[in-house]
């Protein structure tokens, strides 16, 4: 059992929102991540989440045969979270909880720009913050805009909600030998390049000490157990 932490920035994938091998949003898994954050707001946590937007569409893939430059189809990629982060927002407030849609890139009529100190206050009040747009930058993954907003708001840990039950010495899909890490730290994460994060991402949690768990999230409490200092997954922090 480690500290609970107090105030969480959890990183969902796009893929999280649609059904396996498909597209989209799909009703029942936006459900399940509503009612996943939920349950962990109502143990007292603070909780951001920033979104992520494959599910709708892929920049970097638009980008690859060079039709579309990579920096118009990095902001297209950042319309593709807005539409989960809409989503999302009015999926927690189905569940009674009250949140905020907060964007890095200027779109009020569906959501709030990003401001620290606003983004603060709601917390505070006890609304989840919901992070669209990654940082409003081409070039930036939605990990960075994690561990960027992460480190802003003060989070006490980064929540890397995957599919897998955490990290491991190789694809557990295709190694049958993998072995899971409980705890890594940000140094052996990046020596190894295990791919927890993208490496500007991963380099920013080093700098700034903040702690990246990474968990299974499709498994029901999953979050809510993190939240409430269960040791789950693989914690990556700056501890040897």
Do not use: W
Not at 33 to 61: D, F, H, K, P, S
Not at 96 to 121: D, H, K, Q, W, Y
């Amino acid at each position: 059992m480690s500290q609970a932490p107090k105030r969480v920035i959890l990183k969902i994938s796009g893929e999280s929102f649609s059904a396996p091998n498909a597209l989209g949003i799909d009703s029942g898994q936006l459900t399940h991540i509503a009612t996943e954050v939920a349950a962990a707001c109502r143990l007292g946590v603070q909780v951001a989440v920033v979104c992520g937007g494959g599910n709708i569409i892929r920049g970097a893939t638009l980008a690859g045969d060079g039709t579309i430059d990579q920096s118009t189809a990095d902001y297209m990629g950042m319309l593709g979270t807005v539409i989960n982060g809409v989503a999302l927002k009015e999926a927690l407030e189905r569940q009674g909880i009250e949140a905020r849609c907060m964007s890095a890139i200027n779109i009020t009529a569906v959501a709030e720009p990003f401001i620290r100190l606003r983004a603060l206050r709601h917390l505070e009040r006890g609304r989840v913050v919901v992070l669209v747009a990654g940082t409003g930058n081409p070039f930036f993954t939605t990990d960075t805009c994690a561990s960027l907003r992460g480190i802003e708001i003060g989070a006490d840990r980064l929540l890397k909600a995957t599919k897998v039950d955490g990290i491991y010495t190789a694809d557990p899909k295709t190694d049958p030998d993998a072995t899971r890490y409980d705890h890594l730290t940000f140094a052996e994460a990046i020596e190894k390049q295990l791919g927890v994060m993208d490496m500007t991402a991963l380099t920013m949690c080093r700098e700034h000490d903040l702690p990246v768990q990474v968990f299974d999230f499709q498994v029901p409490g999953n979050i809510a157990k993190v939240v409430g200092g269960e040791t789950i997954g693989t914690l990556v922090d700056n501890r040897s």
